[in-house]
C-alpha cells in the first residue's frame, strides 16, 4: 500500500523502498467543466543546490528541454489535454535515476503550470483532483501519494512536490505551493535566467 502524505508531511523513499533507484514522478489532474479555452496543464522539474537554485539554465526540465544536463532526470513528454476522462494513468510523467544526480544537488522540485493561463483567464481553482506519486520504475509499485485539497489557488503555477537528500536518504515532502506569475516567474524563482 502507498503512503498518503498530507501537505507538509514527508516520507523516507530510501526506508520504504531499500536498493530504490529508479523513479516515475506521475502527476495527474481535472479540469472543472467550464466554457472558453482548454486547459494545458504542464510539469517541470529544477535540479537546485542547496541555496535552492538551479545549478544551470539546463537544470531546468519541462516540454522545452526533455532531459537534464546529467541525465539523472528525463520529461517524458508534453500532454496537452491532461487526464480529462479520470482515467487511471497520469497525465505528465517525470522520471528520475537516483543514483546519477551530482552530489551537489540536494532536492529536485517538482512543479505543474497552465500554458497561457493569463491570456485564458486560467489558475488552479479550477482544476480539480490534482495529485503526485512516487512510483518504483522498475516494480511498478507505487510508494507514496499526495493528493492535492481544493486549495481555490488563483494562481497558475504550483509546486507540487519535491525529492531531497537527508541523512544519507531520498525523501519525498508534499508541498502545494501555489507561485504567483505561471511558468516563467516559478523558474526565475528557482535561479533559471528567463528572458
Known amino acids: 500500500m502507498p503512503i498518503s502524505l498530507l501537505k507538509g508531511e514527508n516520507v523516507s523513499l530510501s526506508r520504504e523502498d531499500p536498493g530504490l533507484s529508479l523513479i516515475r514522478i506521475g502527476l495527474g489532474w481535472q479540469v ?8 494545458d496543464l504542464d510539469s517541470s522539474g529544477f535540479l537546485l543546490d542547496a541555496d535552492g537554485k538551479v545549478l544551470s539554465d539546463a537544470d531546468f526540465v519541462f516540454y522545452n528541454n526533455l532531459v537534464s ?5 528525463t520529461h517524458t513528454g508534453d500532454n496537452l489535454t491532461g487526464n480529462e476522462t479520470g482515467a487511471p494513468e497520469d497525465a505528465e ?3 528520475l535515476n537516483l543514483t546519477t544526480v551530482p552530489p551537489v544537488v540536494e532536492r529536485i522540485a517538482v512543479c505543474v503550470s497552465i500554458h497561457l493561463a493569463e491570456q485564458r483567464q486560467q489558475n488552479f481553482g479550477m482544476v480539480t483532483g490534482a495529485y503526485i506519486r512516487v512510483i518504483n520504475d522498475k516494480t511498478g509499485a507505487e510508494i507514496a501519494r499526495f ?8 494562481d497558475a503555477a504550483m509546486v507540487f512536490g519535491e525529492i531531497y537528500r537527508y541523512g544519507g536518504e531520498w525523501k519525498f515532502r508534499a508541498i502545494a505551493q501555489s507561485v504567483p506569475g505561471g511558468l516563467g516567474e516559478m523558474a526565475r524563482h528557482f535561479g533559471v535566467n528567463v528572458e
Open 32 to 39: 472543472r467543466e467550464t466554457d472558453g479555452e482548454d486547459f
Open 93 to 95: 510523467t517525470l522520471k
Open 69 to 73: 544536463p546529467c541525465g539523472s532526470l
Open 147 to 154: 493528493d492535492l485539497s481544493e486549495d481555490a489557488s488563483v
